[in-house]
Every structure is written in C-alpha cells, then in structure tokens.
C-alpha cells in the first residue's frame, strides 16, 4: 500500500486553528500519515479589512520552533516537514523574497482567498449565477497572476470556493464546460514554470468532491502534469489524515503514478 502523505494541514499557528502540532502529528500518524507537512496560513492581509496583516512575518519562525520542540517525540517514521500557506502576495508583491525565500523552507504553497474587488469569497453571496461567473473569472485571473509567479512549489485547492456556495445552498463548481480555456492556460503556465498542484481532501469530507475536480486533475495529467501533492487541510486533529487515501483513489483513477513530497524545496516522487 502506497504511504499516506499530508502537505497541507494547520496548527495553532494558523490564525483559525487551536491544534497543537504534536497533537495533530499524532492524529496524523495514527490514520497512517507518514510524510506530514505543517503549512499554515500565512497570510499578508487581514481578511476582514485587508490592511496589511504583520503577523505574516513570523509564521515561519513559529512554526520552525513548534517542530524543533515535538520532533524528538514522535516515531522515528513519522516525516516533518516545515511549509507554508502563503496566501495573497498580489497585495504585498514586495514580502515576496521575504516570506517564500526563508531557507528553513521545505515546501510553499501558492494560495489565493481574497480580491481585491471583492474581500473574502467566504463572505459572498453565490445565489445568482451571474454573480457566480464573475466570482469564477476574478478566482481564475488571481490563480493566474500567482501561477506567473515563482514563489511557491504546489497552487493550493484550485476550484475550494465551491465549498462556500454549497454551504449556501448553491451548487456552483469551476468547470472546464464554462472556463476551460482559462483553466487550461493556468494548468499549462504551472507546468511550464515547473510547478506542480495538490489534490485538497477537505472537499471529500464535505461533500464537495476534491479540489480540484477530477476533469481538472485528468486535464493536468493529459498536459503532462507530473507534480500533486495530497492534502487534509485538516485545522483540528479530528481530520487529521481524513480522506487521503480515497484521494489517492481518485489520483490513480485520473491516471498518476506518484505523489510527491517536498523537501527543501526539492520534489521526490513515491509510487501511489
Ligand atoms: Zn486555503
Ligand atoms: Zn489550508
């Protein structure tokens, strides 16, 4: 059986997060993780008035101190590793050096929760649909502008804002049928820039499917898409692990042969 990998999950380091690390790290290892990357949000902007938000600076450090402190309490085959959430550089382009380029670093991920335009796509209202496209063209021109970057290592939950909309009621997913060109050229702009995606879990505990969709995953892999880590984005030890292994499934099903790990910054490639 193919080892369980986590490069997504929170702790108290998160701002919406009360986990402790060696609690979610041995949640983790008992729903048989092996490889767990710790990525908190680190964010540049507070979401509710999107000020800069100075915290941002200090998650790496936080994070490198929880690890050095619970490292030597877990099983020796228990993998830590050292990333982050690193979300909304467009607003801060300047802290780009500064927060992905710290060299204690195993692994970035390129996330994207706020515009400019519109503030946090948790807070919308999705009930009319041609609100929904707008919200979709906005979350795909900001992806963009992030996969033209080459800051991060893995873009985080393509297509998660689905999530908000079902909460509401409202069954609005991105879909290749209504922005397939645009979901073509991010795809094809990551893979040239040797970037790779992650198949977010925390979808298929909710419901909402993976993020990204499995058309998405399958068109990543026809275009050569070779890089996808998993991930919980567990923020609570209670889903720690969860549904990794059914998103192995849908990984194997669209085709890939491996997951892949990060460290320092490097991809190794494990068979699924
Ligand atoms: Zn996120
Ligand atoms: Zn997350």
Redesign the pocket.
Known sequence: MAVLTDFHCHTRVSPDSTASLYDMAMAAYAAGVRYLCVTD?CDTVDWRTMDFYPPCRTVARRDREELAAVRDRLPADMHLRLGL?L?ELRFHPELTDELAGDPGLDFVLG?H?ITAQLGDYHELRYADPAFCRRVWELYLDNLQWTAEKNYFDVM??IG?VRRYAMAQGVDTALTLAEHGEQVEHLLRTLIQNGRGIEINCSGLRDGCGPFPSEEILRLYRSLGGEIVTAGS?AHRPADAGKCLAQGYDVLRACGFRYITVFTGRKPEFLPL
């Open positions: 949000h959430e979300a996330s929760h985080a939950h998660y984005d």
